[in-house]
């Protein structure tokens, strides 16, 4: 039976009332959402599964609407390079050569280096393992920068390994399911990274604000930062391992220093993501816990005292002018066994 | 008289159909795509219907239509969950509590009415998103999503324009 057929057919309410109640319940329920999120603390748990459901819904429908722009991009890329190829060919004769000295001059650091570490027997750090990934899409708005990439679980992706594309970190993973990340960008208001400047070593610390170029905050040291200084992540805080490329530093225009990020330089549907811990988790633990260590001893006065060996008595240097004679006070009576008399000095502890 | 005016709007054909249309072009708009150095905009569809769904007449469901959009667009953007939300209803509750004022408006007097709701709903998103993340979003990136918003004024006229006069009870 239809509801106006129905008792309840007849009952009018005021609509722009009951408008306005179902706007107000519809604004709590926003802010109960917004109250609850924990996305700033970029947690495993805080990433919640509706969002791990909606990314694995997102992937196949945006992988396959961002499909024929790939393929624009390749075709076009095709064309460019029928009619470029001499001038193509020109710079990349150029560029072979002078990668050739670049690569002698490689190798003589390497082995140089090599022999650094054998001298020094320096332990460094192990490779790590990486896994490819498409970007199936692509946010960039000002209160979030994050993308979609088409590796996750099955590939050991974790959350917090971080994300490079050819030239440099592009951000680190927030959230992972089975088959797709989510990717949290440098740009992201909530993105933190500890960075150092390569010339000086100076740290600080990449804030994102939506914007295409982060703020470095907390920079420290002085006349830490130059013009088209490179930064580099700094390893702080096992987050990112130490050394990955990030970016130029530059003067915005609010006066604040900022870097021109290298992974914008680069196509954005590729990605490596590296299978990164922190180093400091890939010791062995049970080891560490098993090391023997000394066995801690503790003074017993009576066998200590009492019954320690007679010391051989020497003979008493000849005072000199420069050493004083000391005089022993007198014995007091002794209540107990009568010790020896060098071992029981005065004011000893009966 | 004929009484086919005061027939109820049908809400899948006013609110199911332009939400669905907002998430896919929300969908589209996030491809990874950049021509010459440049990314495609990324406009904030959902204001289209946020501003129109106000002007056409007052609704209970509509609210929460606009909230399922807000948190689409959080969900898929991989923003705070809310915070679009909130936002679209701080939009849609300044649109409904002026609509006697917009109704009947010229043009461009409705294109500069949804370009002031727009920058209404982007300087919330700024305010929520400071007090959850604890910072301040970039202005300028805030401007160039409003600036891209507010050219959606088109689509959102063409949706008042077709449901307006389709129930002559909220004329």
């Given at each position: 039976?239809?509801?106006?057929?129905?008792?309840?057919?007849?009952?009018?309410?005021?609509?722009?009332?009951?408008?306005?109640?179902?706007?107000?319940?519809?604004?709590?329920?926003?802010?109960?959402?917004?109250?609850?999120?924990?996305?700033?603390?970029?947690?495993?748990?805080?990433?919640?599964?509706?969002?791990?459901?909606?990314?694995?819904?997102?992937?196949?429908?945006?992988?396959?609407?961002?499909?024929?722009?790939?393929?624009?991009?390749?075709?076009?890329?095709?064309?460019?390079?029928?009619?470029?190829?001499?001038?193509?060919?020109?710079?990349?004769?150029?560029?072979?050569?002078?990668?050739?000295?670049?690569?002698?001059?490689?190798?003589?650091?390497?082995?140089?280096?090599?022999?650094?570490?054998?001298?020094?027997?320096?332990?460094?750090?192990?490779?790590?393992?990486?896994?490819?990934?498409?970007?199936?899409?692509?946010?960039r708005g000002p209160f979030a920068n994050t993308r979609l990439a088409?590796?996750?679980?099955?590939?050991?992706?974790?959350?917090?390994?971080?994300?490079?594309?050819?030239?440099?970190?592009?951000?680190?993973?927030?959230?992972?399911?089975?088959?797709?990340?989510?990717?949290?960008?440098?740009?992201?208001?909530?993105?933190?990274?500890?960075?150092?400047?390569?010339?000086?070593?100076?740290?600080?610390?990449?804030?994102?604000?939506?914007?295409?170029?982060?703020?470095?905050?907390?920079?420290?040291?002085?006349?830490?930062?130059?013009?088209?200084?490179?930064?580099?992540?700094?390893?702080?805080?096992?987050?990112?391992?130490?050394?990955?490329?990030?970016?130029?530093?530059?003067?915005?225009?609010?006066?604040?220093?900022?870097?021109?990020?290298?992974?914008?330089?680069?196509?954005?549907?590729?990605?490596?993501?590296l299978l990164f811990k922190d180093f400091a988790q890939l010791a062995?633990?049970?080891?560490?816990?098993?090391?023997?260590?000394?066995?801690?001893?503790?003074?017993?006065?009576?066998?200590?005292?009492?019954?320690?060996?007679?010391?051989?008595?020497?003979?008493?240097?000849?005072?000199?002018?420069?050493?004083?004679?000391?005089?022993?006070?007198?014995?007091?009576?002794?209540?107990?066994?009568?010790?020896?008399?060098?071992?029981?000095?005065?004011?000893?502890?009966? | 008289?004929?009484?086919?005016?005061?027939?109820?709007?049908?809400?899948?054909?006013?609110?199911?159909?332009?939400?669905?249309?907002?998430?896919?072009?929300?969908?589209?708009?996030?491809?990874?795509?950049?021509?010459?150095?440049?990314?495609?905009?990324e406009p904030v569809f959902a204001m289209v219907p946020a501003f129109?769904?106000?002007?056409?007449?007052?609704?209970?469901?509509?609210?929460?239509?606009?909230?399922?959009?807000?948190?689409?667009?959080?969900?898929?953007?991989?923003?705070?969950?809310?915070?679009?939300?909130?936002?679209?209803?701080?939009?849609?509750?300044?649109?409904?509590?002026?609509?006697?004022?917009?109704?009947?408006?010229?043009?461009?007097?409705?294109?500069?009415?949804?370009?002031?709701?727009?920058?209404?709903?982007?300087?919330?998103?700024?305010?929520?998103?400071?007090?959850?993340?604890?910072?301040?979003?970039?202005?300028?990136?805030?401007?160039?999503?409003?600036?891209?918003?507010?050219?959606?004024?088109?689509?959102?006229?063409?949706?008042?324009?077709?449901?307006?006069?389709?129930?002559?009870?909220?004329?």
């Amino acid at each position: 039976m239809p509801f106006h057929e129905g008792p309840l057919g007849d009952l009018k309410v005021p609509l722009t009332w009951t408008a306005a109640v179902a706007l107000i319940v519809a604004i709590v329920i926003a802010v109960a959402f917004l109250l609850a999120d924990r996305r700033e603390t970029l947690q495993d748990h805080a990433y919640g599964v509706t969002r791990q459901t909606v990314d694995v819904v997102s992937k196949p429908v945006s992988g396959a609407i961002a499909a024929p722009g790939r393929w624009t991009g390749l075709g076009l890329d095709y064309v460019r390079s029928y009619f470029f190829t001499a001038s193509e060919n020109r710079r990349l004769k150029a560029e072979v050569a002078e990668m050739r000295q670049w690569r002698d001059r490689a190798l003589s650091l390497q082995d140089t280096n090599d022999r650094y570490k054998a001298l020094l027997g320096l332990r460094t750090d192990p490779p790590i393992p990486m896994a490819s990934a498409r970007v199936v899409s692509d946010s960039r708005g000002p209160f979030a920068n994050t993308r979609l990439a088409d590796a996750g679980s099955e590939k050991g992706v974790l959350v917090g390994n971080p994300v490079l594309n050819e030239r440099g970190l592009v951000g680190r993973v927030v959230g992972v399911s089975r088959g797709v990340s989510r990717v949290l960008l440098l740009t992201d208001i909530a993105s933190r990274t500890p960075v150092m400047i390569d010339r000086t070593n100076a740290r600080a610390i990449l804030t994102g604000d939506g914007g295409p170029n982060p703020k470095l905050e907390y920079l420290r040291g002085v006349d830490p930062i130059r013009e088209g200084d490179r930064v580099v992540t700094s390893g702080d805080g096992g987050v990112v391992p130490r050394g990955l490329p990030v970016g130029a530093a530059v003067k915005g225009l609010d006066g604040r220093w900022r870097v021109v990020l290298f992974a914008d330089d680069a196509a954005i549907d590729f990605v490596r993501i590296l299978l990164f811990k922190d180093f400091a988790q890939l010791a062995d633990e049970k080891q560490l816990q098993t090391r023997s260590l000394p066995p801690v001893t503790t003074e017993d006065p009576k066998t200590s005292i009492l019954s320690a060996p007679a010391p051989v008595t020497r003979p008493p240097a000849a005072p000199t002018a420069t050493t004083p004679r000391r005089v022993s006070p007198p014995r007091p009576a002794a209540a107990g066994p009568t010790p020896t008399p060098a071992s029981a000095p005065a004011g000893a502890p009966q | 008289m004929s009484m086919r005016g005061a027939r109820p709007l049908h809400p899948a054909r006013w609110l199911g159909i332009p939400l669905l249309v907002c998430i896919a072009a929300t969908i589209v708009f996030s491809a990874p795509l950049r021509l010459w150095g440049l990314q495609l905009p990324e406009p904030v569809f959902a204001m289209v219907p946020a501003f129109a769904w106000a002007l056409i007449r007052p609704s209970i469901l509509a609210p929460f239509a606009i909230l399922v959009l807000g948190l689409f667009l959080d969900l898929f953007w991989g923003g705070p969950t809310g915070l679009w939300g909130l936002s679209l209803l701080v939009a849609y509750a300044m649109v409904l509590i002026a609509r006697n004022m917009m109704t009947g408006q010229s043009r461009p007097m409705m294109w500069a009415w949804f370009a002031g709701v727009t920058a209404v709903a982007m300087i919330a998103g700024f305010l929520f998103s400071m007090l959850d993340s604890l910072a301040m979003p970039s202005l300028l990136a805030v401007f160039w999503q409003f600036l891209a918003t507010a050219l959606l004024f088109p689509f959102a006229h063409r949706l008042v324009d077709r449901f307006d006069d389709a129930d002559v009870r909220f004329r």
